[in-house]
Every structure is written in structure tokens, then in C-alpha cells.
């Protein structure tokens, strides 16, 4: 739950109300305020340092975040914050923030399908019976309209208005948004953890290493720690549309590993912060996919030409779901407005530049993006050399 990555006057204003609903009784459950430290390695790029600076610059200044933002600037400051790490720190700068923290997904996400289910919202879950393979359409021209969808076991489901919001999937079924909301995927790893070590890391601030990757407390539940490399991220292009998408059915997904570099840069963050993880097995490693767009920008707005009948949420680049308690109120205000009035919402097209071409672009992101097929190929090459 950063609120730094990009601070400005009314983003900040809907991230405390997001915060403020994470710590309502029906969201507070899965909201942890451990904290949020945003910093930089002595090995970190100009680019990375130059945003850490303007970030820090924003909100040290905000009235609400400011009088709980701690600067970091030597070792010792960041042994104070994390009093469990025994690496070296190299050159570790940056800031501490003590009002922001993380909201567990997975839990989330099965309590308020727990809390709605209770209060008659149907479901309907499953390969097959849950997954939407076409929107339907009648009409042409200005009167041409969503009337529902179909699912992939064949059955037709009639809507007057119809929601897309499928993150990285918008694409599937709107192909349009795909030249601004580029499906991306970034590498997730986890170290499982013994009972006491899991104990003795609970609690900790999230650290977001802006050169090498981003952890937080274990889950006591299952005893795994989550780690995450940070980089421009992976693309998989059609290259009939050149439209990115989730790999799907045409191209086997990496599965129980991530990219070598990926890799790196975790053992490296590792070895920094808690070396005594550094040389530990890797589990369920996998490529997580949403969607990026260049500006990080969300679109909450009427799809152009259907007459106001589907409404499509997409382009979280890695920020939509913090937001999770409050976006249900903006697709409310489109409703009641019949137009979305702010401007950075609104759809779009970008032509001439594909989400190759972002990897340097987006100003918090570093590195090159690249494609998935890469990291399949090179996986090929380094199992063959084993043999």
C-alpha cells in the first residue's frame, strides 16, 4: 500500500480513502500497517535514484503523509526500521513510511467473496461455466450495443450493461484496449520458512529495493516469503495484432521458474538484507500478468461505440489492487455522470508504440521489457546445457 510510487494532489486523495476503507471491519482483516520503506542500493541506475528523489520530494511535503515519513540515509538508519536484517546494506538510501503497508490479495479476495455471497450476489465460478469467451453485440453504428457475453461451455448470458474488468485479459475480449493497456507479467518467488523464522520475520516493514526487488512479512499460514523482482517486465505479442496478452493456450506459460536475472536480483536483495535466505531454494516460482500502461495510468470508462452498454476497468500497472474497497464508487460516478470526466480516465488510443517500446518510458519502471518467448528460450538453452 505505497503511497509515494505516484503521488500526486487527487491521486493521493482517493488512496486515503482506499486506506481508510482498508481499515474498516470488512476490509481490516487482510490491511497489515506494517509500514513501507522505499529505497536504493549503491549499484542502483540514475533513473531509479532520480525517482526515489522525486517521490520522497512529494511526499515529505503532504500533511497527511509527511509527519510519519522517515528519511534514510546511512546504514544504521535502516537497521533501526529492520532490526532483523544482518547484511550489509550496501549503500542503502531512502525513506520510511510509516502510514502505508500491504493488504494480503488471496485473503481479500476469498473474504469478500465470502461476504457477498451472503448477501445474494451470484457467482458463477470455473474453467468452463465461469470463463468469458465473447462479448455480443447487436445494432451497428451509434446504435450499436453490448447485449452480454458468452462463456465457454456454450451458454449465453443477456446484460443491458456489461463490466469488463479483467486486467491483464481485457484484451480477449476488447481488443482495442490493447493499444494502451499492454499485458505485462512480472516473476514472483517464495522461500518457505520454518515456524520460528517465520516468527522472526513477522512484522517487518515492506521494502521496495527500486534496483533489485520488493518483500514483505511472511504469511503465517502457509510460512512462505514472498519476493519479487522489480524491471521493466515481459510481454507476450500476438504477432498477427501485435496486441500483448496472457500466454493462454498458444504458448506454454513458465512454470516453477522465473528468468535468470530475475533470479539474480532476488539472490543479490537477499543477500543485502537477510543473507542467511540467500542460498535457499526458490518455490512456487511463476510469472504474475496484469496490465501496463505507459502513463500508469487506470481507464474506468465507456468502451467508444457500444452506445454506453460496456464499461471496461483496466490499466492498473500494478496499482489497482490497493484500491480494491473504493473502485466499485468510480464505476458508480460513470453510471450517474453518463460521461467520465477525468480526463486521465478516459479511453484511449496510442499508436506507434507497442509495450516493447515502454520499458524505458514509464518513469518508475527500470530496465528493457521483454518477450516471454525470450525467457522460455533461454530456459531451453540452460536445461540443455545441463544434460
Known amino acids: 500500500m505505497d503511497s509515494s510510487t505516484k503521488l500526486r494532489p487527487k491521486y493521493s486523495r482517493i488512496l486515503q480513502e482506499a486506506i481508510e476503507q482498508w481499515k474498516t471491519p470488512l476490509f481490516g482483516p487482510y490491511y497489515h500497517q506494517t509500514g513501507y520503506v522505499v529505497a536504493t542500493s549503491s549499484r542502483a541506475p540514475p533513473k531509479a535514484v532520480e ?7 512529494s511526499i515529505q511535503h503532504h500533511p497527511v503523509f509527511a509527519p510519519a515519513i522517515s528519511s534514510l540515509d546511512k546504514h544504521q538508519d535502516f537497521k533501526d526500521v529492520f532490526w532483523q536484517f544482518t547484511g550489509k546494506m550496501s549503500g542503502f538510501k531512502g525513506y520510511f513510511n510509516r502510514l502505508a503497508g500491504y493488504a494480503h490479495s488471496s485473503n481479500a479476495m476469498k473474504g469478500i467473496h465470502h461476504h457477498l455471497s451472503g448477501r445474494g450476489v451470484k457467482f458463477i465460478l470455473g474453467h468452463d461455466q465461469g470463463r468469458v469467451v465473447e462479448l455480443l453485440y447487436s445494432g451497428s453504428g451509434e446504435s450499436r450495443q453490448c447485449t ?3 462463456t465457454a461451455n456454450g451458454q449465453v448470458y443477456q446484460a443491458q450493461r456489461t463490466i469488463c474488468c479483467l486486467g491483464a485479459y481485457a484484451a480477449t475480449l476488447i481488443p482495442e484496449i490493447g493499444s494502451f493497456s499492454v499485458a505485462k507479467c512480472w516473476s514472483v518467488a517464495h522461500v518457505q520458512l520454518t ?5 522472526y520475520l513477522r512484522g517487518i516493514p515492506v521494502l521496495n529495493m527500486r534496483d533489485m526487488g520488493f518483500f514483505f512479512e511472511p504469511d503465517p499460514a502457509t510460512r512462505l516469503f514472498k519476493l519479487c523482482p522489480l524491471g521493466a517486465g515481459y ?7 501485435g496486441i500483448s496478452l496472457p500466454p493462454l493456450n498458444t504458448l506454454p506459460p513458465p512454470q516453477d521458474y522465473i528468468p535468470a536475472h530475475d533470479e539474480e536480483k532476488l539472490r543479490r536483495l537477499l543477500r543485502e538484507t537477510l543473507p542467511w535466505l540467500a542460498d535457499r531454494p526458490f518455490v512456487d516460482q511463476r510469472m504474475c500478468w496484469f496490465a501496463d500502461t505507459a502513463d500508469s495510468e487506470y ?19 500494478g496499482h489497482g489492487f490497493k484500491m480494491m474497497p473504493i473502485v466499485g464508487q468510480w464505476v458508480l460516478q460513470l453510471l450517474n455522470d ?3 470526466n477525468l480526463k486521465r480516465w478516459q479511453w484511449r488510443q496510442t499508436e506507434g508504440k507497442t509495450g516493447k517500446d515502454w520499458g524505458d518510458e514509464v518513469s518508475w519502471r527500470i530496465g528493457v521489457t521483454k518477450e516471454i518467448q525470450e525467457v522460455i528460450e533461454e530456459r531451453g538453452r540452460m536445461l540443455q546445457a545441463r544434460l
Open 51 to 57: 525517482h526515489l528523489q522525486k517521490a520522497l520530494g
Open 148 to 150: 452480454g457475453f458468452k
Open 195 to 199: 515456524e520460528t523464522e517465520c516468527d
Open 235 to 241: 510481454i507476450n505479442t500476438d504477432k498477427r495484432t
Open 299 to 317: 481507464c474506468v470508462d465507456f468502451v467508444p461505440k457500444t452506445n454506453k452498454s460496456l464499461i471496461v476497468l483496466s490499466g492498473d500497472s
Open 338 to 340: 453518463g460521461t467520465q
